[in-house]
């Protein structure tokens, strides 16, 4: 065991050194001008320097370092501090008068100058020691962290990790210090510089404050690992758990060598305002460390506390001069920090670097002088279904080979392509702007995909503004302690990704959610009030539904269901808003309506719960408002199985082919009635076909068209557009067979796929004139419906690519053939990909026929059935 090993090593060098150490004591030649130190009001003091350079160690055996030391160190002996002769010289000099006082002080620099040297041997010793104790901390580390991955580990990572903590950046700092400083002592001169080195390390003193902030864990760690481990116990012993305090200890012994050092220093010298700036910094640095008084320490790390706290972090979208950047945002008590999150390398802890920084009296989410318009770079809506598509084949690839008991290499390197995949698409997929301002004017720009979490952070920010009245600003040095104090605060560890959660955590719910938004109460003023509702999918939030406006009332009765895909969802949140008419009354922000948040709640999708297929009555609070909701989900399995009507008469699950024959045309009246109140009204609503429609009302018009209701025409002129759309969309779903026929589908499917662009084109044209007449009809007529939607896509915010992912499953999908529902109902809910690449196949081959210009039908097909069909 490489364990044993090392400590049975360790052993024996400690016993060599303490016959080392008893040697030299016995042989050292008694002396009075030994240099002495004593703590005289914290700070140290040291004694005439007759003979030896002074020495900055800090225990039992500085001396014994030092001598070592001098094997290696030029031995200086023309000093007038060191050398008797000259001093003597000097004395005998001075007495007689023989030398002017300009000599005088020509001498006195040229001493101060030598006394410059010794105190930086003395430093380069005293570093030569501190570096073997950083090095005794860390040599136990490196096999415990390899026996951690064995079957008998001494020590888990995490423990590991808090018991060293920053001790390999400590010994990085130090020995970069000390190989710089070497060279410049063996090779002195009194235009020697080193001031540099001593400002460079006081600008990394923030890995003492992370060092100092986690000591006290480090060592109750430590000492219960010991207790619950022998074998931990005996390296601790070797290694010497009280060398855990000598970083503490070096933070004051540094600042006072450096005052020595000033000292010797001429302030004509091109060091002594380096030095004054490191001594400035280090000194601030001591000032904090032992200003905090334990309660206030430990303050920073609990929620409640006199000092600055941390409020609330998260992951976020940074737009930086057009680029999208992945950033930490941290909110304390007193400003907003935002933070990009290093790259973590040859397993080192987590680490950020400060991006900026907002004093809260200073911040405003509002610009007056800024007029231009919003331009967020949008990502084409292709690409991101592209990524969905990735990530759900990854998925699938890892439980194909976990099934399999492959290699875990084959596992890792999957899931570090999942990793990349989900990170592009919660870079990109973020659209909604929060954009704040400090006092300069100077402006940032978050992207956010939820409404709910812009809401959520404004609100915090304005509640702890009410606090907040003074402006100020930090120092470097301060700014680089609070950075690193995130690592131990921060609340949210990882970035929001399904590859970073537990192995056992819910993969969340795929199929359709039906939402019924009854009422809400506890309102103590009329308002217009209307809600929304967010689904979480692929790591983000995004808004699904918007029920209608209730106008001027305490107790708004809306009662209308909504329809919601989920894919991987297990959250649904609920906002709350008072819908302003004025919009002149308020300034606009982030670009977005000036519509009012009363409220906003969420719950969890929890499978188990939504296992039944009854509906379940919940209630969201918000802010003393209550809003009544009903919920029932239903799997994929249940869902997209198209089922034949069994009522003789009607349109709904009926063969189009029997519904033409019956209507005596060539396009179904449904089709042709909702299409045109769409084209007459609905061409400008935004989202429309993908905002979902008030169920009840779908389910009203439905029963219309299959009773053949005469006032139909005067029930849709009356309802709302997106419940007409839902009505159309319903109708193709609910169709036995697909409009594209279950015989040809398999052909669609294998010409999309196909790479020659004429063998696709011939294909694809051929495929389509093969369909039976009315599905031909019936979608040329859709077709050229679609394109009129996509062509107002600046207003109405629907591409071709968003009306074929809507429509693509809805008319290619095949009947199933045999039933997948659950025989057991006590049997757990299936929850398939809904980003299957099957889905994807169909939503691709609905989008080649919507970019085609035109579609090139044979003359005699053309005449057949455009120019002759009765619709």
Same mark, same amino acid.
């Given at each position: 065991?490489?364990?044993?090993?090392?400590?049975?090593?360790?052993?024996?060098?400690?016993?060599?050194?303490?016959?080392?150490?008893?040697?030299?004591?016995?042989?050292?030649?008694?002396?009075?001008?030994?240099?002495?130190?004593?703590?005289?009001?914290?700070?140290?003091?040291?004694?005439?320097?007759?003979?030896?350079?002074?020495?900055?160690?800090?225990?039992?055996?500085?001396?014994?370092?030092?001598?070592?030391?001098?094997?290696?160190?030029?031995?200086?002996?023309?000093?007038?501090?060191?050398?008797?002769?000259?001093?003597?010289?000097? @004395?005998?000099?001075?007495? +007689? *008068?023989? &030398?002017? /006082?300009?000599?005088?002080?020509?001498?006195? #620099? %040229?001493?101060? =100058?030598?006394? @410059?040297?010794?105190?930086? +041997? *003395?430093? &380069?010793? /005293?570093?030569?020691?501190?570096?073997?104790? #950083? %090095?005794?901390? =860390?040599?136990?580390?490196?096999?415990?962290?390899?026996?951690?991955?064995? /079957?008998?580990?001494?020590?888990?990572?995490?423990?590991?990790?808090?018991?060293?903590?920053?001790?390999?950046?400590?010994?990085?700092?130090?020995?970069?210090?000390?190989?710089?400083?070497?060279?410049?002592?063996?090779?002195?001169?009194?235009?020697?510089?080193?001031?540099?080195?001593?400002?460079?390390?006081?600008?990394?003193?923030?890995?003492?404050?992370?060092?100092?902030?986690?000591?006290?864990?480090?060592?109750?760690?430590?000492?219960?690992?010991?207790?619950?481990?022998?074998?931990?116990?005996?390296?601790?012993?070797?290694?010497?758990?009280?060398?855990?305090?000598?970083?503490?200890?070096?933070?004051?012994?540094?600042?006072?060598?450096?005052?020595?050092?000033?000292?010797?220093?001429?302030?004509?010298?091109?060091?002594?305002?380096?030095?004054?700036?490191?001594?400035?910094?280090?000194?601030?640095?001591?000032?904090?460390?032992?200003?905090?008084?334990?309660?206030?320490?430990?303050?920073?790390?609990?929620?409640?506390?006199?000092?600055?706290?941390?409020?609330?972090?998260?992951?976020?979208?940074?737009?930086?001069?057009?680029?999208?950047?992945?950033?930490?945002?941290?909110?304390?008590?007193?400003?907003?920090?935002?933070?990009?999150?290093?790259?973590?390398?040859?397993?080192?802890?987590?680490?950020?670097?400060?991006?900026?920084?907002?004093?809260?009296?200073?911040?405003?989410?509002?610009?007056?002088?800024?007029?231009?318009?919003?331009?967020?770079?949008?990502?084409?809506?292709?690409?991101?279904?592209?990524?969905?598509?990735?990530?759900?084949?990854?998925?699938?690839?890892?439980?194909?080979?976990?099934?399999?008991?492959?290699?875990?290499?084959?596992?890792?390197?999957?899931?570090?392509?999942?990793?990349?995949?989900?990170?592009?698409?919660?870079?990109?997929?973020?659209?909604?702007?929060?954009?704040?301002?400090?006092?300069?004017?100077?402006?940032?720009?978050?992207?956010?995909?939820?409404?709910?979490?812009?809401?959520?952070?404004?609100?915090?920010?304005?509640?702890?503004?009410?606090?907040?009245?003074?402006?100020?600003?930090?120092?470097?040095?301060?700014?680089?302690?609070?950075?690193?104090?995130?690592?131990?605060?921060?609340?949210?560890?990882?970035?929001?990704?399904?590859?970073?959660?537990?192995?056992?955590?819910?993969?969340?719910?795929?199929?359709?959610?039906?939402?019924?938004?009854?009422?809400?109460?506890?309102?103590?003023?009329?308002?217009?009030?209307?809600?929304?509702?967010?689904?979480?999918?692929?790591?983000?939030?995004?808004?699904?539904?918007?029920?209608?406006?209730?106008?001027?009332?305490?107790?708004?009765?809306?009662?209308?269901?909504?329809?919601?895909?989920?894919?991987?969802?297990?959250?649904?949140?609920?906002?709350?808003?008072?819908?302003?008419?004025?919009?002149?009354?308020?300034?606009?922000?982030?670009?977005?309506?000036?519509?009012?948040?009363?409220?906003?709640?969420?719950?969890?999708?929890?499978?188990?719960?939504?296992?039944?297929?009854?509906?379940?009555?919940?209630?969201?609070?918000?802010?003393?408002?209550?809003?009544?909701?009903?919920?029932?989900?239903?799997?994929?399995?249940?869902?997209?199985?198209?089922?034949?009507?069994?009522?003789?008469?009607?349109?709904?699950?009926?063969?189009?082919?029997?519904?033409?024959?019956?209507?005596?045309?060539?396009?179904?009246?449904?089709?042709?009635?909702?299409?045109?109140?769409?084209?007459?009204?609905?061409?400008?609503?935004?989202?429309?076909?993908?905002?979902?429609?008030?169920?009840?009302?779908?389910?009203?018009?439905?029963?219309?068209?299959?009773?053949?209701?005469?006032?139909?025409?005067?029930?849709?002129?009356?309802?709302?557009?997106?419940?007409?759309?839902?009505?159309?969309?319903?109708?193709?779903?609910?169709?036995?067979?697909?409009?594209?026929?279950?015989?040809?589908?398999?052909?669609?499917?294998?010409?999309?796929?196909?790479?020659?662009?004429?063998?696709?084109?011939?294909?694809?044209?051929?495929?389509?004139?093969?369909?039976?007449?009315?599905?031909?009809?019936?979608?040329?007529?859709?077709?050229?419906?679609?394109?009129?939607?996509?062509?107002?896509?600046?207003?109405?915010?629907?591409?071709?690519?968003?009306?074929?992912?809507?429509?693509?499953?809805?008319?290619?999908?095949?009947?199933?053939?045999?039933?997948?529902?659950?025989?057991?109902?006590?049997?757990?809910?299936?929850?398939?990909?809904?980003?299957?690449?099957?889905?994807?196949?169909?939503?691709?081959?609905?989008?080649?026929?919507?970019?085609?210009?035109?579609?090139?039908?044979?003359?005699?097909?053309?005449?057949?059935?455009?120019?002759?069909?009765?619709?």
């Amino acid at each position: 065991m490489r364990l044993a090993a090392w400590k049975e090593g360790e052993r024996q060098r400690e016993r060599e050194r303490e016959r080392q150490r008893e040697r030299e004591r016995l042989q050292r030649p008694v002396s009075t001008h030994e240099p002495w130190s004593a703590l005289v009001g914290g700070m140290y003091v040291y004694g005439p320097f007759t003979g030896t350079p002074p020495t900055y160690g800090y225990d039992a055996d500085r001396a014994e370092e030092q001598r070592r030391h001098h094997d290696i160190l030029p031995y200086i002996d023309d000093s007038p501090s060191s050398s008797p002769h000259l001093s003597s010289k000097s @004395r005998s000099t001075l007495s +007689s *008068g023989s &030398l002017e /006082s300009s000599k005088s002080t020509e001498l006195d #620099l %040229e001493k101060g =100058l030598e006394m @410059r040297k010794w105190v930086l +041997s *003395g430093i &380069l010793a /005293s570093e030569e020691t501190y570096l073997s104790h #950083l %090095e005794a901390l =860390l040599l136990p580390m490196k096999p415990l962290k390899a026996a951690a991955t064995t /079957s008998q580990p001494v020590l888990t990572i995490p423990q590991i990790e808090t018991i060293f903590f920053k001790v390999p950046e400590l010994y990085e700092v130090h020995k970069e210090f000390y190989d710089g400083l070497l060279p410049r002592v063996q090779q002195w001169s009194h235009h020697q510089r080193v001031g540099d080195l001593f400002q460079k390390q006081a600008s990394q003193l923030g890995v003492y404050r992370a060092f100092v902030d986690n000591y006290e864990v480090a060592v109750e760690t430590a000492e219960k690992c010991c207790q619950a481990n022998t074998q931990f116990a005996e390296i601790s012993e070797v290694m010497g758990t009280a060398l855990l305090y000598k970083p503490v200890d070096r933070v004051t012994r540094s600042t006072l060598v450096l005052h020595d050092l000033l000292k010797h220093t001429p302030s004509s010298h091109p060091d002594h305002p380096l030095l004054q700036d490191a001594l400035r910094i280090s000194q601030n640095f001591l000032s904090s460390i032992n200003e905090e008084t334990t309660p206030r320490r430990q303050s920073m790390t609990v929620k409640k506390g006199e000092n600055r706290q941390l409020l609330k972090d998260s992951f976020m979208v940074e737009l930086v001069e057009g680029a999208r950047k992945l950033r930490h945002v941290f909110l304390f008590t007193d400003l907003l920090l935002c933070a990009k999150l290093k790259k973590q390398i040859g397993g080192k802890s987590q680490q950020y670097d400060s991006k900026w920084y907002i004093p809260l009296s200073d911040l405003t989410f509002q610009n007056a002088d800024e007029s231009e318009p919003l331009h967020i770079p949008q990502v084409p809506d292709e690409e991101l279904d592209a990524m969905k598509v990735k990530i759900s084949h990854i998925k699938s690839e890892i439980q194909r080979e976990k099934r399999a008991n492959k290699g875990s290499k084959v596992i890792e390197r999957l899931r570090k392509k999942l990793s990349e995949q989900e990170s592009l698409l919660l870079l990109t997929s973020p659209s909604m702007a929060l954009r704040v301002h400090n006092r300069n004017g100077k402006g940032y720009m978050f992207l956010m995909s939820s409404d709910y979490e812009r809401a959520e952070w404004k609100e915090t920010i304005r509640e702890q503004q009410k606090k907040c009245f003074k402006s100020f600003s930090l120092t470097s040095m301060e700014l680089q302690m609070l950075t690193n104090s995130c690592v131990k605060l921060q609340t949210v560890h990882h970035i929001p990704l399904t590859i970073n959660k537990e192995e056992d955590e819910s993969p969340g719910l795929h199929g359709f959610l039906n939402v019924i938004v009854h009422s809400a109460s506890g309102l103590k003023q009329s308002l217009n009030l209307y809600c929304t509702l967010e689904v979480d999918s692929f790591g983000y939030f995004a808004n699904k539904a918007k029920t209608r406006v209730y106008r001027y009332t305490t107790e708004p009765k809306w009662n209308e269901e909504f329809e919601i895909d989920l894919e991987g969802s297990q959250t649904l949140r609920l906002l709350c808003y008072e819908k302003s008419y004025n919009k002149t009354k308020q300034i606009k922000e982030d670009g977005d309506s000036t519509d009012r948040i009363i409220g906003k709640g969420q719950i969890p999708l929890d499978p188990q719960t939504l296992q039944g297929k009854d509906w379940q009555r919940t209630l969201i609070p918000m802010n003393g408002v209550e809003v009544k909701l009903s919920i029932k989900f239903t799997s994929r399995e249940f869902s997209l199985k198209r089922m034949p009507s069994r009522k003789p008469m009607g349109v709904f699950g009926i063969k189009i082919s029997t519904v033409t024959k019956r209507e005596h045309s060539k396009v179904p009246y449904i089709v042709r009635q909702c299409l045109e109140e769409i084209e007459r009204r609905g061409m400008e609503e935004v989202g429309i076909y993908r905002v979902s429609g008030v169920a009840t009302d779908i389910q009203a018009l439905k029963a219309a068209f299959d009773t053949n209701n005469k006032d139909v025409s005067v029930m849709m002129s009356e309802m709302d557009v997106n419940a007409i759309a839902g009505t159309l969309k319903l109708y193709f779903r609910e169709l036995p067979e697909p409009l594209f026929t279950d015989d040809l589908y398999p052909n669609f499917a294998g010409g999309i796929a196909l790479s020659d662009s004429v063998a696709k084109e011939s294909c694809m044209l051929n495929l389509l004139l093969s369909l039976p007449e009315p599905n031909l009809v019936t979608f040329l007529f859709l077709l050229d419906h679609l394109k009129r939607v996509a062509d107002k896509e600046s207003i109405n915010k629907m591409s071709l690519h968003n009306l074929a992912t809507v429509f693509g499953p809805t008319l290619l999908r095949p009947a199933e053939k045999d039933s997948k529902i659950p025989t057991n109902p006590t049997q757990p809910i299936s929850m398939g990909d809904s980003w299957s690449l099957e889905v994807m196949s169909q939503v691709q081959v609905l989008l080649y026929f919507l970019q085609l210009e035109t579609i090139p039908t044979p003359d005699s097909k053309r005449q057949s059935i455009l120019f002759s069909t009765e619709v």
